[in-house]
């Protein structure tokens, strides 16, 4: 098949998933055109069968906010049109689905039929979404796309709770490639613990929603009873009074803020621990990245993160903000090796359920369903 994707290239969970699909869908022999405004940074480097698009908004004087939405429609039906595209794939709904629509509906203009799915991903949703100065349009949205998809149940069930929708809603989970564990690279560790210290992670954009000074504050008690370090990787609004917090909490000598990873797969490497205490969380991809490196997960019971971390085998969950319950579910997990190395092995065996190869084929059921082929 010929896929358009069209996603945010940037760090976040949502184009990373819709770059990984694009990826692997390439891999079996599907053509692949990502549609966006700057090289997604999980791309790399040139592969076959993936051909990428940018979308450039010119910065006539006349615009005080760049209409990047129409132009992304045209560059739709161009590529449309040029490649001979058999579907459309827009993950993330704003402003995604509404640009899909329209360049479904110019090319339906010009004879040409093509079917666009909308793969809603969450802040969409959950934050940005509903509010009311994107709500008529979503609706409308969610109801003209010829497939709606959600990465959780918990997704799709706030979907219908906020918006008047009966569109059908199909839940394919994120998922990841899950390959055999490596041995830890010590030299590597020891730069940054000392061999008997757990190390813990938070990798994020660090914006509110993540609630990373929860991460700080949990650490900050499991520090008092067990040295240990954290890595912080990402970056955010929230950055600055993050390192304020790591100061007034006396903790600068064990955290490591690292900045933005390209691979996060090298930090989680070294990880005992991986922490997500967001207020809302549609799925929680981070967390099943650590999984997938036999990391185990403290993290908060919001939105979709109970679909992937199972409290008590992978990790454990606690009400958002109880730092005290995070930390003392991190200090049982580290009370010994056996215990550890248990939540490792549950870790692991639960991200294969969510192997890429598993959850992948659905998207391709789908699109064949959608073309009756
Ligand atoms: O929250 C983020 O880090 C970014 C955001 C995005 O759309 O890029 O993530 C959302 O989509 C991810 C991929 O489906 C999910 O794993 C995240 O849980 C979801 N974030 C929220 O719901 C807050």
């Known amino acids: 098949m010929n896929i358009g994707i069209v996603l945010y290239p940037t760090y976040g969970g949502s184009g990373v998933v819709a770059t990984e699909l694009g990826k692997y869908l390439a891999k079996k022999g599907h053509k692949i055109h990502f549609i966006t405004y700057s090289q997604p940074v999980r791309l790399g480097s040139f592969r076959e069968n993936i051909t990428y698009h940018e979308v450039t908004v010119s910065d006539y004087p006349l615009f005080d906010y760049e209409p990047y939405e129409t132009v992304l429609a045209s560059k739709m039906v161009d590529v449309a049109k040029h490649e001979n595209l058999d579907i459309l794939h827009v993950h993330y709904a704003i402003p995604h689905a509404s640009a899909a629509f329209m360049a ?39 109801n003209q796309s010829d497939a709606v998809t959600s990465v959780s149940e918990s997704l799709k069930n706030d979907t219908y709770k906020h918006f008047k929708t009966e569109c059908d809603i199909q839940v394919i989970p994120n998922f990841i490639p899950v390959n055999r564990l490596k041995p830890i690279d010590l030299e590597v560790r020891r730069r940054f613990a000392k061999d008997e210290e757990p190390i813990f992670c938070h990798i994020s954009n660090f914006r509110k929603v993540k609630r990373v000074q929860d991460v700080l504050k949990m650490f900050g008690l499991v520090n008092d009873q067990k040295k240990s370090q954290l890595l912080l990787a990402g970056d955010g609004p929230e950055r600055y009074s993050l390192e304020v917090l790591c100061r007034e909490l006396d903790l600068c000598d064990r955290v490591t803020f690292i900045g933005k990873v390209r691979d996060t797969q090298h930090v989680l490497e070294m990880a005992d621990i991986f922490v997500l205490p967001s207020e809302t969380e549609s799925f929680g991809l981070a967390a099943l990245e650590a999984m997938a490196q036999g990391v185990p997960v403290i993290s908060s019971n919001t939105g979709g993160i109970p679909e992937v971390n199972v409290h008590g085998e992978t ?25 550890l190395n248990q939540f490792k092995r549950g870790a692991y065996e639960r991200a294969k359920d969510f192997d890429i190869g598993k959850v992948v084929c659905q998207y391709e059921v789908l699109y064949s369903k959608l073309l009756n082929l």
Do not use: W
Not at 116 to 131: A, C, E, Q, S, Y
Not at 315 to 339: Q, R
């Open 104 to 142: 479904r509906e110019i090319l339906k203009s010009q004879g040409i039929s093509i079917p666009f799915v909308t793969t809603l991903h969450g802040t969409d949703i959950t934050l940005v979404g509903k509010d009311p100065s994107f709500e008529p349009v979503i609706t409308f949205c969610l």
């Open 315 to 339: 990790g454990f969950m606690s009400e958002v903000g109880d730092v005290e319950d995070m930390a003392k579910n991190a200090l049982y997990i580290l009370k010994d090796e056996e215990t």
